[in-house]
């Protein structure tokens, strides 16, 4: 969420509240979407900061709450379009993932993400500069027992099997390993890897078509809290209403709705919601 141009962390937290919202994930927008700049390591911390800082005033306002802190493969696009050499990005998401790690260390974060491949074709050399990135950040994470939270192409299982081998080279707890706004032909085989899938409630069907897979995922809202965006991003509050009449309607159980938003919760970040 954005404090800087959105409705802000204790607004959001009041209305995913109010409709039975419990604990939230608060994971780094862009740096653009601040106003920073895209490869100023400075700007990377603040924008790390402003995500901690947002996750801090979710927590006061009565929402328990994690910090997730990273940077958008779509920021290793724009650097390597705007004439940076492939070298000097690796470089600097190498740097943010070590700060990252630096501010888990601290216990200001639980993991690194949005990290990742661009969700649009790339050519070959960005998937592997992306491939990169993502290994270090499985290794720092590791040695943190912290999760990354990966923003992925929709290619289903061939998507997931690259992952799968990434996470087996780096040696992480596969669970730890989430597949953000991963669609339902992502949701199976990513589960009989071990890794967490999330599927986005706000797409169309998607969470429907999930559901006979049995609780075996997370959700998300994806809520950029930017009123230009919209689309299949859905406010964390409508995610939190929509899941409550799922139960209602009967498309799930409440210990379906238990084990999604709680069980799964506990045994990926290793915390209680009790
Ligand atoms: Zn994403």
């Keep these: 969420m954005n404090p800087v141009g959105g409705l802000g962390p204790r607004e959001v937290a009041r209305r995913f509240a109010s409709r039975g919202g419990s604990f939230m994930v608060v994971v780094s927008l862009l740096t653009v979407d601040f106003g920073l700049n895209v490869g100023d390591l400075s700007d990377v911390e603040k924008l790390f900061k402003l995500t901690i800082e947002s996750s801090r005033m979710v927590s006061e306002a009565g929402v328990k709450s994690v910090a997730v802190i990273g940077v958008h493969p779509a920021e290793c696009n724009a650097l390597l379009e705007r004439g940076w050499g ?32 661009p969700h649009w074709d790339v050519g070959t050399e ?21 999760v990354v939270q990966l923003h992925l192409e929709r290619r289903g299982a061939e ?26 032909d992502m949701v199976g085989p990513a589960a009989s890897r071990g890794l967490t899938p999330s599927v986005p409630v706000g797409r169309k069907g998607e969470f429907e078509a999930s559901v006979p897979l049995g609780p075996i995922f ?16 859905i406010p964390p509050w409508t995610m939190a209403k929509k899941l409550r009449e799922y139960v209602s309607t009967g498309l799930i159980e409440e210990k379906f709705l238990d ?5 799964n919760i506990e045994r990926i970040y290793g915390l209680s919601l009790t």
């Design 86 to 117: 492939r070298n000097e990005v690796r470089d600097h998401m190498f740097k943010a993932i070590d700060l990252a790690a630096r501010l888990i260390r601290q216990g200001e974060a639980v993991g690194i993400g949005e990290v990742g491949r």
């Design 126 to 146: 960005v998937v592997d500069l992306c491939n990169d990135v993502i290994l270090h950040a499985f290794e720092a994470a590791r040695d943190l027992d912290a």
């Design 159 to 184: 998507t997931v099997e690259s992952i799968a081998e990434l996470a087996r080279r780096a040696n992480i707890k596969s669970h730890k390993v989430i597949l953000h706004h991963a669609a339902p």
């Design 218 to 233: 997370v959700v998300e809202s994806d809520f950029a809290d930017d009123v230009k965006r919209t689309g299949s991003v």
């Design 259 to 263: 084990t999604i938003c709680k069980e």
